[in-house]
């Protein structure tokens, strides 16, 4: 499911310091830049930029 990011989103991202991206996932290889099961590597942190998010339901926090 996408959500739509907006202003609100970014800010209580960065307020509560939102974890979501491959690069905070314990799955995620950063050496590698690779998904460790394989999957296509994202959100990556920049994904806020975007009008639309898409979580990945693999991840795991680090
Ligand atoms: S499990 Fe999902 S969030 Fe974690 S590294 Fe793989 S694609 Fe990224």
Redesign the pocket.
Known sequence: MKTRVDVLLRDEAARFAFRF??DD?A??AAAGQR???A????PRREALEAPALEL?K???MA
């Open positions: 991206a491959c996932c799955h995620f998904c460790s099961l999957y296509p590597p994202a990945c693999a991840y795991e």
